[in-house]
């Protein structure tokens, strides 16, 4: 698996301002969250998912092509950094 945390820059309340994802070998979403500009963290993945967040149909780019687009800055994040937010979003939403 690989972690990555990618920061959007846009104007626009009903995006996520920020996306973490779970992503297997393939590049295929597995979990994923995302954060909004009013601190609502919305979730997915195989089976449950909130606040119509949903898993990517298709692989997710490499970092270095989000990269490129001016209004994102991805980074790779460790196992531990993506489960602590993960556990830390699935709590809030008890």
Known sequence: MR????????????????????????????????????GGVGFAHVTAASMAVELGSVPVPPLDEINAHAEFSGVEICQADFEHAWRQALGNQC
Do not use: C, Q
């Open 3 to 38: 972690y990555i945390d990618v920061t959007w820059f846009h104007e626009n309340k009903a995006d996520p301002v920020r996306l973490m994802s779970e992503l297997d070998r393939n590049g295929y979403e597995t979990r994923k969250l995302e954060f909004f500009i009013d």
